[in-house]
Every structure is written in C-alpha cells, then in structure tokens.
C-alpha cells in the first residue's frame, strides 16, 4: 500500500482552509495546518466540518520564515495550499502594513519556504477577484488588467506576481485561483453575506430590529465556498501549473441578497435594512463578474451551488445560532 498523500494548508482556521481540509481528508490525505496562536480560539470552523481530531495543527505564521521552513520540514507535504492572509478588504485600510506583510509578503515567505525545503512540492495561492476592482471589462478572466482599489487588493496582487514569478523563475509547479467572493455558514461575521443572514436570525428571532449596511447597490458574484475549495485542488492535480478565474458568471447585487435573505423567514428588507454612511470604502468596487471558462473546460470545473440556495443555507445555520443562544 502506497503512502498517503500529504498537504499542507495556510489558514487552514478560515472558511476555505476548514471545507478544503474536510474535502482533502475524505480523499485520504494526511492534512497538516498552520495554526497562528491568537488569545482566543480559533478552531470552531474545524470542529464544525467534524475533522479537527484528523488533522495535524502546527505553530506558525506567515510573517515568520523560520516557522514556515520547520513546518514543511515537520509536514513533508506533496501539496501546499496558501489560504492564510488578513482577508477582511475593509480592514485593509486601517490596517495596510499588517496587510501587506501577511497577505503580501506573507505569500513570498511561503514560496522561499518551499524553494528552500523541497521545490517538487506543488504549492496553490488564494488570489481573489478584488485584484481586478476597478474592473477594465465587463467579465472578468485570466486576460482581464488589474487595478485593485484597497490595501487588500493591492497586496494579493503582489502575492499573485510572486507566485508567477517563482513559477517562472524557479520552476515551482505554482498554481493561482482568482476566487471571487465565495461564501459559506463558516464566514466571518464581518463580511456582508453573513453579516446579513446574522441579522436576519437575529431580527426574525426578535433579538435586533435593524440592519446597517453601505452601498447596497453593488454587485457581487457569490459562490459556495465548498463547491470553491474542490477547484483548488483540481488545479493541483494538472500536469502543468496555471492560473485559473473561479466564479459562477452571475453578479447580483447586495440589495438583491438581502431580499433572498429576508424572505427566507417571511420579512421584508426594506423594513430592516438602513443605510450607514460610515460602511462606503474609500474607494468602492462597483462591480464584480467572473468568467469560469477556462475552469470548466480545463479543470471540469462548475460551480452547482445557486445564490438562493446559499443564502438560504446561511440564514439556516444562524437561525440555529442565534435560536441557541
């Protein structure tokens, strides 16, 4: 019997670090995990998935080469998922320099780690459609100019160059995803999916009355994470390494979610939502709509999940949250 397969997952705490994880251990591989210590616990999402007694969790972080080389060391991984960065886009602005060290720099530290430990291994990274933010066509593909319009965006473009550079440089099988937004029960609070379908639990169950949102006319292409996660080791397992748009080619509008969300339990948005100055960006991203194209045709890639099915599954799983607490 042949040995497992081994990988190793940066953020493997987060929303696609724990569905990539669920996904990788059903396929039989040995998953390893970078854990960044914080005061508080950060494993819910592993516990909720039901693996994080499957998985190995070793002390690291991206701003740390020396962690990063002993890990991969520890781990001895054939695959390398980075998914690790500060992903909050509205954070980026009060934070930029801590953005661009873990999600910029952060990239490099990992590629140095691999050139450095074993350079067969093949090594993914979590690029994101808010690299293209003031979009320069209609649909987004691999062709498509960036011009990002955050701290964020600007940083997970460097670390997507990066991850081309090394690719080109050093011959790293280095692949890139250029996920748009993708969303899941596991999402952070603060990102406006779940933020609404929180609310939503919350209001139905008589727990708040309002929901403050900024601009709520602007459009998104919003996929499940969990169908997301499966194109990322798809690109993985190609011959030769490539970049890759991962979206489902519908943009909806914020306003249009809200809806979907609010009358899942019977309300209407307009009674709830207010509109909040204090959450328009600096500088917005109107619109947002991938081009899977080349996934499917060379990846066999699509995404199965709809919006309405998501946002209904989310709404779901808070109302079971809030109903608990």
């Known amino acids: 019997m042949t040995a497992s397969k081994r990988a190793f997952i940066t953020g493997i705490t987060g929303q696609d670090g724990a569905y990539l ?18 005061s508080t616990s950060t494993v819910w999402r592993l516990d909720y998935v039901g693996i994080l007694d499957q998985i190995t969790l070793i002390d690291g972080d991206l701003t740390d080469l020396s962690s990063l080389i002993r890990a991969l060391k520890i781990a001895k991984p054939h695959e390398i998922y980075n998914l690790g960065a500060q992903s909050f886009v509205g954070s980026s602005w009060d934070q930029p320099i801590l953005t661009g ?5 952060g990239v490099t530290n990992v590629l140095e780690a691999i050139r450095l430990t074993d350079p067969s291994a093949r090594f993914y990274q979590a690029s ?12 987004q593909d691999e062709q498509t100019p960036f011009y990002p319009r955050s701290p964020y965006g600007v940083a997970k473009l460097y670390g997507h160059w990066a991850t081309v550079n090394y690719r080109e440089s050093f011959k790293l099988h280095a692949s890139s995803g250029i996920l748009f937004n993708h969303e899941s029960p596991l999402r952070g609070i603060e990102f406006v999916t779940r933020k609404v379908t929180d609310a939503v639990a919350r209001i ?6 309002q929901l403050a949102l900024g601009n709520i006319d602007a459009k998104r292409d919003w996929g499940f994470a969990g169908d997301y996660v499966e194109a990322m080791w798809l690109m993985l397992q190609q011959e030769q390494p490539d970049d890759y748009v991962i979206a489902t080619g519908i943009t909806t509008t914020v306003r249009d979610m809200c809806r979907i969300a609010f009358e899942h339990v019977g309300l209407n948005y307009e009674d709830h939502v207010v509109i909040d100055p204090r959450y328009y960006r600096p500088a917005e991203v ?17 995404a199965t999940t709809t919006l309405d099915q998501l946002i209904t599954m989310m709404v779901d799983a808070d109302m079971k949250r809030v109903g608990a607490i």
């Not at 994101?128 to 649909?139: A, D, H, N, Y």
């Open 286 to 302: 109107e619109v947002l709509l991938g081009n899977p194209a080349k996934a499917q045709a060379k990846l066999g890639w699509k």
């Open 128 to 139: 994101t459609s808010e690299m293209f933010g003031l979009i320069q066509k209609e649909q």
């Open 101 to 105: 060290q873990v999600t910029a720099i």
């Open 21 to 38: 994880a669920k996904l990788l251990v059903d396929k039989g591989y040995e998953v390893f995990g970078l854990l960044a210590r914080r």
């Open 204 to 209: 139905k169950l008589g727990k708040q009355q």
